[in-house]
């Protein structure tokens, strides 16, 4: 069975521009999640959707972050104007709603803002 | 506010000994807790969970450990393999809260030859 699928693996972009991270999850996980995780700290929940809905985007900082899950399945991350604080490896998962919490995690996307 | 603490950020252990890591949780909302691995360059991957009517849950080398009373959990690995080395991250959920999952800051374990 093939996990889930994030691109790209990493990223290096300058302050101000955009940049958009993608994720597929695993087929047949109706729910999914963008985390950030900072160096020495772990993932923190930016976004979770059940389906097309975002049931919870309370960390988002919506000023640069947007996110959209067309269809129920792919997603797509995007923050535009980065900025030097977003450095970060940005992470997908998918599980399934009731599965008692159990995510599994892409590989992440390796972000640095120079 | 870290509601999530794993204290440790390293630990080094023996090969063949026990490795015991620690987390300590501040919400009393939190009713569900969850182990993950991670390697370098790969996304956590789920070890083992417990729920809080338990107080112990174990699978293979791995065993989890809950004292509610302290909000203190522990993951004992034996016996310890060098594949152990990664990164260790406790996650807390409050079921009512929709499989939100908060994490501590990951304890580094190294296992030793």
């Known amino acids: 069975e093939a996990g889930v699928v994030q691109s790209p693996r990493y990223k290096i972009i300058e302050k101000k521009q955009p940049v958009a991270f993608w994720c597929n999850p695993i087929?047949?996980?109706?729910?999914l999640y963008w985390y950030r995780q900072n160096l020495g700290q772990g993932p923190e929940l930016l976004i979770r959707?059940?389906?097309?809905?975002?049931?919870?985007d309370s960390q988002l900082p919506k000023d640069r972050f947007s996110a959209e899950r067309l269809k129920g399945v792919d997603s797509t991350l995007k923050i535009q104007p980065a900025e030097l604080g977003d450095s970060a490896v940005y992470l997908c998962?998918?599980?399934?709603?009731?599965?008692?919490?159990?995510?599994?995690f892409g590989p992440g996307t390796r972000l640095t803002v120079l | 506010d870290q509601q999530v603490k794993q204290n440790s950020p390293s630990l080094s252990v023996q090969e063949g000994r026990i490795s015991i890591l620690n987390c300590d949780y501040t919400?009393?909302?939190?009713?569900?807790f969850l182990w993950y691995k991670k390697y370098p360059a790969e996304g956590p991957t789920f070890l083992i969970s417990?729920?809080?009517?338990?107080d112990k849950n174990e699978d293979g080398r791995f065993t989890v450990f809950l004292n509610k009373s302290a909000k203190h959990l522990s993951l004992h690995i034996v016996p310890s393999q060098p594949g152990d080395s990664a990164v260790y991250f406790c996650?807390?959920?409050?079921?009512?809260?929709?499989?939100?999952?908060?994490f501590g800051q990951g304890t580094r374990l190294t296992i030793n030859p």
């Open positions: 417990i729920s809080s009517i338990k």
């Open positions: 998962a998918s599980g399934l709603a009731g599965a008692f919490n159990e995510q599994f």
């Open positions: 087929s047949g996980h109706n729910t």
């Open positions: 919400n009393s909302m939190f009713d569900y």
């Open positions: 996650a807390a959920s409050a079921v009512r809260g929709a499989q939100k999952l908060v």
């Open positions: 959707y059940e389906n097309e809905e975002a049931v919870d």
